[in-house]
T-cell receptor
Framework: DAGVIQSPRHEVTEMGQEVTLRCKPI?????LFWYRQTMMRGLELLIY????????DSGMPEDRFSAKMPNASFSTLKIQPSEPRDSAVYFC???????????FGDGTRLSIL | AQSVTQPDIHITVSEGASLELRCNYS??????LFWYVQSPGQGLQLLLK??????LVQGIKGFEAEFKRSQSSFNLRKPSVHWSDAAEYFC???????????FGTGTRLQVFP
């Protein structure tokens, strides 16, 4: 079975540019999560969706970050404008239902120069 | 405050030796507990989970963990480590619906032949 698919795997861009990270959850999963992983702060939950609806975005660092889930099989995390401190590995995870564990993608390593 | 503490940042063991990775949590409600493993350049893979019932849970790759409510601990163990177990290990705690998981800072395991 295909797992959570993230693209791109690596992204290098200059400060000020718009960055879009993409995620395809496991088919049939109804919850989707975006995380950010850095050495300093570890793994942080940014936002999560249930049935394509954003439930909690309290972890989104600032207005430069936005996330959408237009349908059950696709989500994006957008940073505009990007800054060097946004450099991190961004993970997407999906979950089947309430008490099931989250399954993670392989992440997008983002470098903002 | 809700938190997860993994007191060991880095552990080194010889192949074939036993392993115990420590995890302590602080959580106001009944905790749901998880151990994930992350290999370099990859996402987090679920090793095992504890929701209720038997406090000794078995996971994949020969790992097990024991929930001790009195000690607020959920330590991960393996009787004989293989070189392929070298990775970073994360303990996580969350509510029954596993929406907002709180992750520890991770323990990096190095295995010597």
């Amino acid at each position: 079975d295909a797992g959570v698919i993230q693209s791109p795997r690596h992204e290098v861009t200059e400060m000020g540019q718009e960055v879009t990270l993409r995620c395809k959850p496991i088919s049939g999963h109804n919850s989707l999560f975006w995380y950010r992983q850095t050495m300093m702060r570890g793994l942080e939950l940014l936002i999560y969706f249930n049935n394509n609806v954003p439930i909690d975005d309290s972890g989104m660092p600032e207005d430069r970050f936005s996330a959408k889930m237009p349908n059950a099989s696709f989500s994006t995390l957008k940073i505009q404008p990007s800054e060097p401190r946004d450099s991190a590995v961004y993970f997407c995870a999906s979950r089947l239902q309430g008490d099931q564990p989250q399954h993670f993608g392989d992440g997008t390593r983002l470098s903002i120069l | 405050a809700q938190s997860v503490t993994q007191p060991d940042i880095h552990i080194t063991v010889s192949e074939g030796a036993s392993l115990e990775l420590r995890c302590n949590y602080s959580y106001g409600a009944t905790p749901y507990l998880f151990w994930y493993v992350q290999s370099p350049g990859q996402g987090l893979q679920l090793l095992l989970k504890y929701f209720s019932g038997d406090t000794l849970v078995q996971g994949i790759k020969g790992f097990e963990a024991e929930f001790k409510r009195s000690q607020s601990s959920f330590n991960l163990r393996k009787p004989s480590v293989h070189w392929s177990d070298a990775a970073e290990y994360f303990c996580a705690v969350g509510p029954y619906n596993t929406d907002k998981l709180i992750f520890g800072t991770g323990t990096r395991l190095q295995v010597f032949p």
